[in-house]
């Protein structure tokens, strides 16, 4: 009901920029938090960032003070401004979306297909 794209992954060197973009279509309503994981190769899923239809945000420490999201509520779009990119920081993004679904009285939790974000020398 919910499609999640993601976009803007790719190969930088360290110290270098990124910006990703999530992109929510079909059933957008009730939308509550959307937020960034990551997975690196061989590691589990954690989460990035964060952020609520009122803006509210929140960080992995591993992030804080280098990455920046941010969310236009009116195009359903988040978005991830990664600076000062680190060789650990290279893993496929996924982008997430907390749906609450009145009719099942529960949340339910979207996901995008994935972005690689690869950062080398």
């Known amino acids: 009901q919910v499609q999640l794209v993601e976009s803007g992954g790719g190969l930088v060197q360290p110290g270098g920029s990124l910006r990703l973009s999530c992109a929510a279509s079909?059933?957008?309503?009730?939308?509550?938090?959307m937020g960034w994981y990551r997975q690196a190769a061989g590691n589990k899923r954690e989460l990035v960032a964060t952020?609520?239809?009122?803006?509210?945000?929140n960080y992995a420490d591993s992030v804080k003070g280098r990455f920046t999201i941010s969310r236009d509520n009116a195009k359903n779009t988040v978005y991830l401004q990664m600076n000062g990119l680190k060789p650990e920081d290279t893993a496929v993004y996924y982008c997430?979306?907390?749906?609450?679904?009145?009719?099942?009285?529960?949340?339910?939790?979207?996901w995008g297909q994935g972005t690689q974000v690869t950062v080398s020398s």
């Open positions: 079909g059933s957008i309503f009730s939308i509550n938090a």
């Open positions: 952020i609520t239809s009122g803006g509210s945000t």
């Open positions: 997430n979306a907390e749906q609450w679904q009145s009719l099942l009285h529960r949340s339910y939790y979207y």
